[in-house]
């Protein structure tokens, strides 16, 4: 049995991290210019993805080493040289000192999320019936992009172009396996998986509105657990916005709360 504690989290941490660095590492890959980079400093990482990207904080900030006064004054230099908001997620496994001193510097609570888990184990074999899923082939990157960036924008088509490279630059992030559920032979629902070190971090999910509801993702997510066994991995994570849909998905498929965890902003840093 996995415990939900400090060896837990710093796993759980350093995998989305990684992926988030990563991500930056593609970024800067595809777009020269964007200045796209990161560092680690007392063993937390700090991603600049651009001042507006959700990819732009630390990950891990003061599980692996305790933190110091000292250390926030070089990741805040990070993200300030860079015109960057002084964002961190934090897990409340930092305990009430680190907590505290976030609040002695002027940060705020600005977000709360829940960080899932399970083992992973050999699935069943099951019978899907018209659904099916494949690890996306050469040359379907680009299909891939645009399934995944048409669902997360149906509500606001004006971010169309921006999600395209975004998806454009998941898909091209190392250690990066992209998936399509396809109803009928059609694609409809995208999702991914970042694998680092045995965690099998869940991400990147999301179905075509036409085709919601019809049971894409809950297969996606069996199958993303097929490969990770196939792959040798021991434990899956997945971040979801509290009792939403994701969640619940989750939980459905044997995903447990490791945490739920907060993310800080530094007061008057940049938009």
Known sequence: MVFADLSL??????????????FAEARRRLFPASGAQWME?????AVFDGADSPVTQTFGLGIFEELRAASLDVIECFFRD???????????????????LLCARQYRPMEISNVLYRCVERPAAEDHGPITVRVTGPGEAELWSSINARAWTHEHPELLDSLSRTCAISSARGGTVCFLADLDGQPGAAGALCIHKGVALFAGAATVPEMRR????????????????????????????????????AERTGFRIAYTRTKWRLRGSSV
């Open 9 to 22: 989290a710093r796993r759980l941490e350093r995998t989305e991290g990684h992926a988030c660095a990563q």
């Open 82 to 100: 860079r015109g960057a908001p002084v964002l961190h997620e934090v897990s409340p496994l930092v305990g009430v000192a680190a907590l505290d």
């Open 214 to 249: 019809r049971g894409l993702q809950g297969v996606l997510l069996r199958e993303r657990l097929r490969y990770a066994f196939d792959n040798g991995c021991d434990l899956a994570m997945m971040v979801a916005e509290a009792a939403g849909n994701s969640q619940r998905n």
């Open 41 to 45: 400093c007392a063993g937390a990482y």
